[in-house]
C-alpha cells in the first residue's frame, strides 16, 4: 500500500471522524444532564443538513446566513422538544425516556420525508477551488472546512465549561445533579441548553458535511447510531472519549475499505466498538455511570 493511499484513507477517516465526534458531544451533553441517550440526535444532524440545502439553493441565502441560522433554528427545535416532551415526564424510567427520543426520531424522519421527499439535497462547497494535495492525498477543501471548523466546536464546548459561569454550573449538574440543584442551579435551564447546544452542534455537523455526501431524510439512523459508538467507544459522559472515539470510527472505516467491500464499511466499525465494550464496557476512557436520582429534574 502506497503513502498515498495510507494518507488518502487518513485524510477521509480523520473527516467523517470529526462529523462522529460533534454527533457524540451531542449524545454526551444531553446524557450528562438527564442521563438518557437521545437517538432523535442524528435527526438534528439530517435537519442541518437539508433545511442548509433548502435555505441556500432554493430561498438563495448567504452560506454564512443559511449556516447560523439552520444552528440557531434546530438547537431551537431540540430546546422545544425539552420543553414539550422530555420535561413533562421528567419522573418517568430512563427507557421511557429514551423510547420517547426513539418516536421523535420517527416523527422527525417522517416530517422530513413528506417535507421534501426521498431525494437527496445538495448545495456547493464553502469555498470553490481545486482540491489541495498532501503526501499525494487528496483534500477537498469542504473536508478542510469540516475539520477545522470541527476542532474549533469541539475547543469552544471545552472553554465554555471551563470558563463560563453558565458552562461550570452544567459541569457541576453533569457530576452531581441533585448537589447543583441544593446549591441553588436551576437543573432544568440546563437541561433545556442542554438540548439546544446538543441540537445546535448536530445541525452544524450536518451542514458541514452536506456538501460531500448529499443530505436525505433518512440519514439521521446511521449517523446517530455512529455518534452514539464514539461517545460508548471513549466513554459516555466524557467529551475527551466522544472526541477520541469519533475519530477512531471514522479511521475504522476509512481503512476497512481497503480490505473489506465497501457494504461492509458500516458493520466494521460497530464490531470494532462490540469487542472494546466487551473488553471494557466503561469504554477506553471509562465513561461516568447513570445516576438514579432524577427525581431532582422533576422539581
Not at 462522529?20 to 449524545?27: E, K, M, N, R
Not at 446566513?65 to 430512563?94: N, Q
Not at 441540537?199 to 460531500?212: E, F, K, Q, R, V
Request: net charge positive; charged share 10%.
Amino acid at each position: 500500500m502506497s503513502i498515498a493511499t495510507i494518507m488518502q484513507f487518513i485524510v477521509s477517516g480523520v473527516t467523517i471522524g470529526s462529523v462522529y465526534a460533534l454527533v457524540g458531544l451531542g449524545f454526551n451533553l444531553i446524557f450528562n444532564a438527564t442521563d438518557i441517550i437521545n437517538f432523535a440526535q442524528g435527526e438534528f444532524v439530517m435537519l442541518g443538513g437539508v433545511l442548509a440545502a433548502i435555505a441556500i439553493t432554493q430561498w438563495h441565502w448567504p452560506t454564512a446566513v443559511a449556516l447560523i441560522a439552520v444552528a440557531l433554528a434546530v438547537g431551537g427545535l431540540g430546546a422545544l422538544i425539552d420543553f414539550a416532551t422530555i420535561s413533562r415526564v421528567r419522573h418517568a424510567s430512563v427507557m421511557t425516556l429514551v423510547m420517547i427520543t426513539l418516536g421523535i426520531s420517527v416523527f422527525l424522519k417522517t416530517g422530513a420525508l413528506l417535507a421534501v421527499g426521498p431525494n437527496p439535497l445538495y448545495f456547493p462547497p464553502f469555498t470553490q477551488g481545486l482540491p489541495l494535495r498532501f503526501f499525494g492525498a487528496v483534500i477537498q477543501l469542504q473536508a478542510l472546512y469540516v475539520v477545522v471548523i470541527g476542532i474549533v466546536l469541539m475547543c469552544l464546548l471545552q472553554l465554555f465549561y471551563a470558563r463560563s459561569s453558565l458552562g461550570r454550573e452544567m459541569l457541576a449538574c453533569a457530576i452531581d445533579r441533585e448537589g447543583a440543584y441544593l446549591m441553588g442551579i436551576d437543573v432544568r435551564l440546563m437541561v433545556r441548553i442542554s438540548f439546544f447546544l446538543s441540537a445546535l452542534l448536530g445541525a452544524i455537523a450536518g451542514a458541514m458535511i452536506t456538501p460531500l455526501t448529499n443530505a436525505t431524510y433518512d440519514e439521521g439512523f446511521t449517523l446517530a447510531l455512529k455518534g452514539f459508538a464514539a461517545s460508548a467507544l471513549g466513554g459516555f459522559g466524557l467529551s475527551s472519549g466522544a472526541i477520541v472515539g469519533g475519530l477512531m470510527l471514522g479511521l475504522i472505516e476509512s481503512i476497512s475499505v481497503a480490505f473489506l467491500p465497501s457494504g461492509w464499511k458500516d458493520s466494521v466499525a460497530l464490531i470494532v466498538l462490540i469487542v472494546v465494550l466487551m473488553a471494557k464496557p466503561s469504554g477506553l476512557f471509562g465513561g461516568r455511570q447513570e445516576r438514579r436520582h432524577t427525581e431532582v429534574l422533576a422539581r
